[in-house]
C-alpha cells in the first residue's frame, strides 16, 4: 500500500471495484443530498420567516449563521477525517446536523433559530466536504469524473427541488417543516453511509489522535471568519460601514486571520492547513476561483428565488420553479463535463469555457426589468447553469491532481473553505447591497418612516400597499437586484482571467494506479472473508503477501 501519509496519520486511499464505487458514491450523493436540501429549502422561505420572528432586515442571518460555522469549521473537517477516518467523521458531523435542526424546527425567536443554525452549520457545513474526500480516496483521478454525474445530479436535485418544497412548505404549511423534514433523511443517509461505505479505518490509540489535532489552528480560523463576516453583515444593515462595531470587528478578524497564518506556518506538527500547498499555482488559482464560485452559487440560490418574489410579486412556489431551468441544466452540464474528463484527459477548456459563459449569464439577468417576459428568465437561467457546471468539478481534478495523495483530505476542505468563505461573503454583501438601496429609494417615496421600515423588517407587508406605492417598492427592489447581478458578473470574468494565468492543465494519469485498483479488489474480497485469486501477471506491483485483520460485520479493515 501507498505510505506517502504525514507522520502518524493512516493513508486511506483505497480504490474500490467499480460496483463498490457506485455505492460509495449513493451513499455520498445521500449525504449531499441532506446537507444541501436543508440549505436551499430555507431560500424562498426567508421572507416568511423573517416576517413571523419580525427579522425582515435581519433576515440573511438564518442563513449566514449556518455559513459562518461551517465555513469556520471546514480546515478541521479534512485534517480530523485523515486522524480519526471519514467515516468516523461523517458520523459525527451527522449528528451534529440533526441536533441542529432540530433545536431550529423549535425555536421561537430569531435569536433560538440563529443559534440552532450555527450548529446545524458546525455539522452540516462539513458532509459535502467529507463526500469529495472519500471520492478522492476510492476512485483514480482520471475515472473520477465517470462517477461524479452521480454527486452532480445530487447537487441540482438538491438545488432545483430544495426551493419548491421549501416554497410549499412555507405557503401552505409553516416552514418548521422544512426542519423537520430533514430530520428523518439524516437518519436515512446515516443508515446508507454504514452499509454501503467500506472505507478504512485509521491506526493508532485514541490519546495519540486526539494530540494530534491543531487545537489552536481551529480558534484561530473560526474566530477569524467568525468576525469577517459579522462585520459584514452588520455594515449597512444594523449599523453604518463607518461605525466603531463594524471596522473594529473586522480589523480583529483581519490580524486573527494573519495570526493563523503564522500558526500554521510555524506552529503545530500536523497543521490544519500546511502552506507548502500553495508553492503549486494551481491551488492558488484554485482557491482564487472557488471563492468566487461559492459567491456566485449561494446568492444564486438564495436570491434569485427573493428577486422573483420581491421584483416580481411572484409566490414562493413559482420562484422555486423558475430557479429549476439552472439547476437542471447544471446538472447536465456537470455530467458531461465529468465523463469529458475522464474520456479526453484534460480539464481546462472546461474551466475556462464554464466561466465565459457563467459571465455572460450573470450579466443577462441583470438585464432583467419589469417588461422582461417569461422565456427571457428561463433562458438566461439555462445560460447560467451551463456556466456553472463545468466550473466545479473539473476545478477540484485540476487541484487534486496537483498534488501528492496525503494532501487529498487538505486541499479539498481548503477548496471547500474558500468556497463557503466565499458564499458567506456572499450573503452579507449582496443582503447589505440590496437593503441599501432598497432604502435609499424608499426615502424617495411617499411613506412615513415607520411605514419605510416595516416594508424593510416585513417585506411582504408591501402588498398590502396601494397598487401605484407597490409598484414602486418592486422598482427598489430590482434597482438592487441589477447592482448584484453585474457585481456577480463582474466577478465571473474575473475568475475566467486567474483561471487562464494560474491553472494549467497537467495529466491525470498517475503511475500506481494499477497497483491501487487491484489492493482494492484484495480488500474488499477479504472484507466479504473470502480471498480472491488475483493473476500474478496482472497485478506484478502487488506484495507477495497481505497481513489483513476483518472486522466483517463493522465492515472495517485493517491493512
Known amino acids: 500500500m501507498t505510505t506517502d501519509a504525514p507522520k502518524g496519520l493512516t493513508d486511506q486511499t483505497n480504490y474500490l471495484p467499480r460496483r463498490k464505487i457506485i455505492s460509495v458514491f449513493l451513499a455520498c450523493a445521500s449525504v449531499s443530498i441532506v446537507g444541501l436540501l436543508n440549505e436551499t429549502m430555507i431560500a424562498v422561505s426567508l421572507p416568511v420567516m423573517g416576517s413571523e420572528l419580525n427579522a425582515g432586515s435581519q433576515v440573511s442571518w438564518f442563513a449566514t449563521a449556518y455559513f459562518i460555522t461551517s465555513t469556520a469549521c471546514q480546515m478541521l473537517y479534512g485534517r480530523l477525517s485523515d486522524i480519526w477516518s471519514r467515516k468516523t467523521v461523517l458520523?459525527?458531523?451527522?449528528?451534529?446536523?440533526?441536533?441542529?435542526?432540530?433545536?431550529?424546527?423549535?425555536?421561537?425567536?430569531?435569536?433560538?433559530?440563529?443559534?440552532?443554525?450555527?450548529?446545524?452549520?458546525?455539522?452540516g457545513g462539513g458532509l459535502p466536504t467529507i463526500a469529495q474526500v472519500i471520492v478522492s480516496d476510492v476512485v483514480s483521478l482520471r475515472q473520477r469524473g465517470k462517477y461524479q454525474g452521480i454527486l452532480g445530479i445530487s447537487v441540482a436535485f438538491a438545488n432545483g427541488v430544495g426551493p419548491v418544497i421549501g416554497g410549499l412548505l412555507s405557503q401552505h404549511s409553516t416552514w418548521r417543516w422544512i426542519f423537520r423534514l430533514t430530520l428523518p433523511l439524516t437518519?436515512?443517509?446515516?443508515?446508507?453511509?454504514?452499509?454501503?461505505?467500506?472505507?478504512?479505518?485509521?491506526?493508532?490509540?485514541?490519546?495519540?489522535?486526539?494530540?494530534?489535532?491543531?487545537?489552536?489552528?481551529?480558534?484561530?480560523?473560526?474566530?477569524?471568519?467568525?468576525?469577517?463576516?459579522?462585520?459584514?453583515?452588520?455594515?449597512?444593515?444594523?449599523?453604518?460601514?463607518?461605525?466603531?462595531h463594524v471596522i473594529a470587528t473586522l480589523v480583529i478578524g483581519l490580524v486573527t486571520s494573519i495570526a493563523f497564518v503564522l500558526w500554521e506556518w510555524k506552529g503545530p506538527d500536523v497543521p490544519l492547513l500546511p502552506l507548502r500547498i500553495f508553492r503549486k499555482r494551481v491551488v492558488i488559482g484554485a482557491a482564487i476561483t472557488q471563492w468566487i464560485n461559492?459567491?456566485?452559487?449561494?446568492?444564486?440560490?438564495?436570491?434569485?428565488?427573493?428577486?422573483?418574489?420581491?421584483?416580481?410579486g411572484y409566490s414562493p412556489v413559482k420562484s422555486g420553479l423558475l430557479l429549476l431551468p439552472l439547476t437542471i441544466v447544471q446538472t447536465f452540464a456537470s455530467t458531461a463535463a465529468g465523463v469529458l474528463v475522464s474520456w479526453k484527459g484534460r480539464y481546462r477548456e472546461l474551466i475556462l469555457m464554464g466561466w465565459a459563459m457563467w459571465a455572460v449569464g450573470l450579466g443577462l439577468l441583470a438585464t432583467l426589468d419589469e417588461d422582461s417576459n417569461l422565456s427571457q428568465k428561463v433562458g438566461y437561467s439555462i445560460l447560467t447553469g451551463i456556466g456553472v457546471g463545468q466550473t466545479f468539478q473539473p476545478s477540484l481534478v485540476a487541484v487534486q491532481g496537483a498534488l501528492e495523495r496525503k494532501d487529498m483530505a487538505i486541499v479539498t476542505a481548503m477548496r471547500s473553505f474558500v468556497r463557503n468563505l466565499g458564499g458567506s461573503l456572499g450573503l452579507a454583501i449582496t443582503g447589505t447591497i440590496v437593503n441599501n438601496v432598497l432604502s435609499s429609494h424608499l426615502?424617495?417615496?411617499?411613506?412615513?418612516?415607520?411605514?419605510?421600515?416595516?416594508?424593510?423588517?416585513?417585506?411582504?407587508?408591501?402588498?398590502?400597499?396601494?397598487?401605484?406605492?407597490?409598484?414602486?417598492?418592486?422598482?427598489?427592489?430590482?434597482?438592487?437586484?441589477?447592482?448584484v447581478f453585474i457585481i456577480l458578473a463582474s466577478l465571473a470574468v474575473f475568475a475566467f482571467v486567474t483561471a487562464f494565468f494560474l491553472m494549467p492543465h497537467r495529466d491525470l494519469d498517475r503511475p500506481d494506479d494499477k497497483k491501487l485498483k487491484e489492493e482494492g479488489k484484495e480488500f474488499v474480497a477479504r472484507l466479504k472473508g473470502k480471498k480472491e485469486i488475483i493473476p500474478k501477471e496482472e497485478s506484478p506491483d502487488l506484495p507477495e503477501k497481505h497481513v489483513a485483520t476483518v472486522e466483517a460485520d463493522s465492515g472495517t479493515v485493517s491493512v
Open 91 to 123: 458520523f459525527a458531523l451527522m449528528f451534529i446536523f440533526f441536533i441542529g435542526n432540530l433545536g431550529s424546527a423549535f425555536s421561537k425567536t430569531f435569536i433560538q433559530l440563529v443559534i440552532f443554525r450555527a450548529i446545524a452549520g458546525t455539522g
Open 187 to 244: 437518519v436515512v443517509s446515516a443508515i446508507l453511509v454504514w452499509f454501503f461505505m467500506p472505507l478504512k479505518p485509521t491506526e493508532g490509540d485514541w490519546r495519540r489522535k486526539v494530540a494530534l489535532v491543531d487545537y489552536v489552528g481551529a480558534f484561530l480560523i473560526l474566530s477569524a471568519s467568525g468576525l469577517i463576516v459579522l462585520a459584514l453583515t452588520w455594515a449597512g444593515g444594523s449599523y453604518p460601514w463607518h461605525d466603531k
Open 294 to 312: 461559492g459567491f456566485l452559487t449561494v446568492v444564486q440560490v438564495f436570491y434569485l428565488p427573493t428577486f422573483y418574489q420581491a421584483t416580481y
Open 443 to 483: 426615502k424617495r417615496i411617499d411613506l412615513s418612516d415607520e411605514e419605510r421600515k416595516r416594508i424593510l423588517d416585513h417585506p411582504e407587508l408591501a402588498r398590502q400597499l396601494s397598487p401605484t406605492v407597490y409598484a414602486q417598492v418592486l422598482a427598489g427592489y430590482r434597482k438592487g437586484f441589477r447592482l
